[in-house]
């Protein structure tokens, strides 16, 4: 039983990270996209796509930093 419970929480660290790492990858490489013909449609769709992999990055990460008093 502590085998598969140990098995899980790998697994899900493991994800968090293979999913921050995707984000931010898709993000430069949306970049390199807009930088090389830079029009209006490419740059918003850069920032919303942007906004959003930060929106899910930020949700999934432990909350770390909360100030445990408050």
């Known amino acids: 039983m502590d085998a598969i419970r140990l098995i899980r929480v790998a697994i899900s660290v493991v994800?968090?990270?293979?999913?921050?790492?995707?984000?931010?990858?898709?993000?430069?490489?949306?970049?390199?996209?807009?930088m090389w013909q830079p029009q209006w449609d490419r740059?918003?769709?850069?920032?919303?796509?942007?906004?959003?992999?930060?929106?899910?990055?930020?949700n999934m990460e432990p909350k770390k930093y909360e100030d445990p008093q408050a």
């Not at 790492?21 to 807009?34: E, N, P, Q, Y």
């Not at 796509?49 to 930020?58: A, D, G, K, P, Q």
């Open 15 to 34: 994800s968090e990270r293979l999913i921050t790492i995707l984000a931010l990858t898709m993000c430069c490489g949306l970049s390199c996209w807009v």
């Open 43 to 58: 740059v918003v769709t850069l920032g919303i796509f942007t906004v959003f992999s930060y929106c899910v990055i930020r």
